[in-house]
């Protein structure tokens, strides 16, 4: 009797278990697969996380040798590559699908089996990259990932100086990775424009939607780009012809505008989500509307148009002549005057607001501080004669990593603390929350604010050790002891995630008491969203349900 | 939340949105556009950059005939929507049957050209810069006519089956607006290799 019932149970189980799995493999519910975005990015985050933490052990004092020169070049090129293709933009995307249709109270996005082949086209190209540690030297089965670093600049990459497989690796992934990018943002842009519930002008879309449409707009002109050069080179390296080849009259310089005309509008595409948390997140808790509506949106696409003539700001150091050095010093200039709008709006919401300071709060308000920062360095930076003396230094490398950390990284980890009831129907713990704020927010400070120093002293970025006797001792030991701190609290966030998921306070459908649809909805919303899709009459639909005495719609 | 309590409110007005078939054509345009820039751009920059022979002067011909056929296309592709449209699925097969003829023909127009070039004057993607950028940018074209191509050449063989009707017009229109871009880029390619470059 007993072995009969192990033999009933147990397959009932697996197929338990398998149909679970292809639930997850052939879903095509949007919110499914923004899920999986976010658990793949998270995968890669520790990851990449995790190269860091090598680099800044191996900077940390001087002529040290814990790893070699070439598994370094190996750590800053993934690291650099996964960061941004990996970890950036599948998370934004992951954000990007789950709240999109719930906030524009639609069921699904409008290509669903597109957005499903996206993203697991995206995830390819991430395992892509990582198989180089196998296969980097083909059939020799010698593990080489790529060591071009993440601009990869030609000549480097041609086959004369990068033999083996490891920078095709990296080549492709990007360019499958860039497919499933434009996938994506075709899918977003034509869910906000068609997809729609009734009511829902453009002029009362939440801000979020706005900017994942600007966002999406770029990722067509800035992504494509990329793709086009990827071509180029693997051209270049598999059929032998001479795009970047020196050699034969082909310009190494032309690879750098092609990468940079989709690098730095790169940027814009990864800030801009995290703009877009923070203009959800911070009327909430500032208990007013978001101050300046019309001048947020106008901002937002004024961003979308002069991110996309500054991209040779990066190169400086190449010498292009007084004109093009002139226009692009003032070119990136310019674009701190809408991001500027932007802050003094989001200042202005704070301004006069009964603010709760809540977790997702803590990190915007973060966010809000060290954004400014990181835009002054950044108009320093801008003046091409500084940048002559400190471009390719740390002083470059402190400025975008205060963006990308300071900035989007706190914004993304605000999102987590705010849509994770949605998401789950659990509350994260607010105690752990708390200690992973100002461990956080200390090492990043520790990291990051000091960082700036051995730039200026002239310390280079990419080298693998350096003497004892240049002054850069102190301030190393001090930016590599912030990455423990920053290491510790982002191990708290993970435990935080997985513990709350089963013993998280019960969340229900509208925990903040917020303003925008996907809180209409149960936690987290069945497959089909909406039962009846909902009607709006202003930009904040549950702030006219709950206050039908007095509706937005007579404001606005 | 509070319990659901009905607006005083205006009637909305009749709720119409654009349709998502030609938003995401317009979208995948605009970033198919982008790539072709960037190719464009490459080969403009590289124009007489050539160290060795063969340059574009000696070796390439103006390509009238297959250039007319492949803008003709796109008028026979308008009158197939157009017919399917009216119901006229009959109508519809034959003009879709001229769109891919045409486009057949300015395929295998490049087809010998490429095959003159390489087996006559000897130049392939590895030869020069001219080569190297024009087989680019040619093929770059070359492959979204193929992929036009097919998709006409599929309805096609579904309208000949019986299995189209007037409520496909609408599918039948992105497939054409995917052609007119296609073409659209071939009178800037033309313009860039033969006019420009030559």
Redesign the interface.
Known sequence: MATQIQVTVSPALRRDWLYHVQDWVTTVDHKKIGLMYIAYALIFLVIAGAEALLMRIQLAVPNNTFVAPQTFNRLFTMHGTTMVFFVGMPILFGFGNYLVPLMIGARDM??PRLNAFSFWVAAFGGLLLYFSYFAGSGLYGAGTAPDVGWFAYAPLTARVFSPGHSTDYWTLSILISGIGS?GT???I???T????C??MKLSRMPLLVWLYLVV??L???????L???Q??LL??RY?????FDTQ????AV?WMH?FW?FGHPEVYILVLPAFAFANEIIPVFSRKAIFGYPAMVAASVGIGFVSLSVWAHHMFTVGMGAGPNAFFTFSTMVISVPTGIKIFNWLATLWGGNIHFTTPMKFAIGFLFQFLVAGLTGIMLSVSPFDWQLGSSYFVVAHFHYVLVGAILFMIFSAFYYWYPKMTGRMLSEKLGTWHFWLFIIGFHLTFDFMHIPGILGMPRRIYTYEADRGWEIWNLIVSSGAIFQTIATLIFVYNLVASYFKGEKAG??PWDAWTLE??TSSPPPSYNFAIIP?V?SRRP?W???H?EE?D?HYE | ??A??A?P?EP?EE?K????GI??MA??I??????????VV?YL??IG???TGPTPREVLEIPWFASVCLLSSSITVHFAVHSLRSAKVNLCAVWLAATVLLGGIFLAATAMEWYDLIYHFGLT??T??FG??FY?LVG?HASHVLVGLFMLGLTLVFALMGKVNQHHAERLEVISIYWHFVDAVWIVVFTVVYIVGR
């Open positions: 409008a290509f434009i943002a075709l899918n842009v034509a869910t424009l068609c997809m729609r009734p009511g999406s707009g990722v067509f002109v800035t992504i494509s780009p793709t086009a050069a071509i180029m051209i270049d059929l032998g012809g001479h795009f034969a009259g082909g310009s032309l092609f005309i459908p509208d809180w209409s009607t009459e549950l006219d349900r709950k039908p509706p719609a | 939340m509070s659901v309590v607006l409110h909305i709720w949105l654009p349709s998502r938003v995401g979208c995948l605009v970033a198919e556009s982008a790539i072709f820039i960037i190719f490459a920059f590289y950059k050539s160290l993607v590895r020069n810069l190297t950028t680019s770059l």
